[in-house]
């Protein structure tokens, strides 16, 4: 997700949405804003290096609040999709699943 423009995820997510069947899962893995600081200086030099601004902009987002807008439903008793994050928060990862009524 993080090549793609802030305002094309709620289509990309709309569409795999639509075509995983009820029931299905979508697991999202990606970048997020560290949690640990130290972990801040090495994120940034790796999206300086190898990366577009997509990347630094996806950071910033709230992928659990475009996936809920979408329809997708957290995989445990939340109502929201927050990430789990990895690596001082700079890996996220989301797991939501696709109603078995729609």
């Not at 300086?48 to 601004?53: A, G, K, P, S």
């Not at 939340?78 to 990862?93: C, R, S």
């Amino acid at each position: 997700m993080h090549e793609m423009r802030s305002a094309q995820l709620p289509q990309i997510f709309q569409e795999v949405y639509r075509v995983i069947k009820p029931g299905g899962l979508f697991i999202l893995v990606d970048f997020h804003r560290p949690t640990n600081l130290v972990f801040s200086p090495g994120l940034a030099v790796f999206l300086w290096l190898f990366e577009t601004e997509t990347a630094w902009q996806l950071s910033e987002t709230d992928l659990g609040s475009l996936l809920a807008e979408v329809g997708w439903r957290s995989d445990n008793s939340e109502e929201d999709q927050q990430p789990k994050l990895y690596a001082g928060g700079n890996i996220q990862v989301i797991q939501v699943q696709k109603s078995v009524d729609s």
